[in-house]
């Protein structure tokens, strides 16, 4: 019985990622991507992969015989472990061959919407080939836990199959389809994550044209939570280019300090320290630092190594660790934002 169900499963499987393919070779052949192809050779190498498990079952279902007295059933691991080999090696190899062709021939995407249509259909049918598998295996794993159904299966064509369709779908749907698609915005759009965090909770005119002065603006963040957001003043620059932004937070009167890119400035940018570095020392908030020590200077930990003016108020800055000044990153005194790199200790 266990026999039968992983020839189905490994038979449904083969005829779902045969249509893959062709469904990409015939999208390819219509929009002349490369990539398509590409995508098409992959979904090749994976039927190949179900063609040698169906090869192994047969294989493996062999009676026994003098020769093999307990009989072929071996065989069905053999061939699962090619089945791996070609998964990494082929699977790998297509798609280093993509990666390098659109680096040495990038080119604009064409006809995007066939490429919606095929990856619709790879998804619909990917779907069909793990509910299947997911059926047989659920038959056979006895109320069992499903990782160790997977541990003590000795059906490895089953979970071949399982798995594989599994990983196949297991990620992120639209972020998928946006980086395969459209690799050069995609990484835009993560890069903006990562800096500015989700800014979709922001509204259209709010997000393209910026908050207006004097104007209060509501931010959902999820149910129940939202920030009231407002703008109260925007100083002008100053010879850095930086502008002081006094902006209101659920009612909290804070500033910031935003550097006004439109406009061209002599004075050099500063570097920031790295927080994650020690030996990095940072101006804890901005203000006029004046150095106390010099290149090559031995210090240790809690030598004052600055003082910096704000307010009219001074304060000692202190080394974290103790080491040479390799370098100074400022002048002997200088105006400086909070987090701007000072010195360098090794």
């Known amino acids: 019985m266990a026999a039968e169900g992983s020839t189905r499963v490994v038979l449904i499987a083969l005829t779902c990622n045969f249509a893959i393919a062709v469904s990409k070779f015939i999208a ?28 192994g079952i047969k294989r493996a279902a062999r009676p026994a015989d003098t020769r093999h007295p307990f009989g072929y059933a071996k065989e069905l691991y053999f061939w699962s472990f090619v089945v791996a080999i070609l998964l990494f090696s082929l699977g790998s190899g297509v798609s280093i061959y993509e990666g390098v062709e659109k680096l040495l021939h990038p080119h604009p995407i064409s006809n995007p919407e066939v490429n919606y249509v095929v990856l619709g259909v790879a998804l619909a049918l990917e779907g069909v080939s793990t509910w299947q598998a997911l059926k047989a295996f659920n038959a056979t794993r006895n109320g069992e836990r499903a990782v160790t159904a997977l541990r003590r299966s000795k059906d490895p064509a089953m979970f071949t199959v399982l798995l ?9 749907p639209r972020d998928t389809l946006n980086r395969l698609l459209f690799p050069g915005p995609t990484k835009e759009f993560a890069s903006s994550r990562k800096a500015y965090s989700d800014l979709s909770v922001l509204g259209t005119g709010d997000f393209l044209h910026g908050l207006e002065v004097g104007t209060e603006h509501e931010v959902v963040l999820e149910p129940g939570k939202r920030l009231l957001l407002g703008i109260q003043s925007i100083s002008d620059a100053d010879e850095r280019g930086l502008r002081t932004v006094m902006f209101t937070v659920n009612g909290q009167l804070r500033p910031v300090r935003v550097r006004d890119t439109s406009i061209s400035v002599d004075v050099p940018h500063t570097e920031k320290a790295d927080a994650t570095q020690p030996g990095q020392v940072a101006a804890p908030f901005g203000g006029v630092v004046s150095l106390a020590v010099e290149a090559g200077q031995q210090i240790s930990v ?4 600055a003082t910096i003016e704000a307010m009219k108020m001074e304060a000692s800055i202190t080394s974290p660790v103790g080491g040479t000044v390799q370098r100074l ?14 010195i360098v200790i090794a």
């Open 28 to 55: 390819a052949a219509y929009t002349g991507s490369s990539a398509m192809l590409s995508e098409a050779i992959h979904s090749l190498v994976d039927t190949s992969n179900q063609a040698l498990l169906f090869h």
């Open 302 to 305: 809690g030598d004052a190594v």
């Open 329 to 342: 990153a400022i002048g002997a005194q200088q105006q400086v934002e909070g987090g701007d790199l000072l």
């Open 164 to 172: 594989e369709d599994v990983a196949a779908l297991a990620a992120d």
